[in-house]
């Protein structure tokens, strides 16, 4: 099945404790069906000092992944939350957003 949400798209989050924030893609688990987003579900890692490779050590914050089905794709025209269909055309397989019906 191809992907609704892909990466570098503008997603909104429809529930969770960053609940009405946007943020783009940064990657796709499709095996788990999760996905990390720019700015959305910070944890702190205490990361500790790796001197082979320079890394200071210390408590570092990072996004953690989120459930695609918490995630809906950014209608830019409306500003909203939107759902994805598939249209084919020209024998390619093109996501539309559902509201309007333009491609994404």
Known sequence: MAAKIRRDDEVIVLAGKD???RGKVLSVVTESGRVFVEGINLIKKHQKPVPQL???GGIVEKEASIDV???AIC???TGKADRVGFKIEDG???RIFKSTGKTI
């Open 19 to 21: 609940k009405g924030k």
């Open 54 to 56: 320079n890394q200071a």
């Open 69 to 71: 089905s918490n995630v």
């Open 75 to 77: 209608n830019s025209e």
């Open 92 to 94: 390619k397989k093109l």
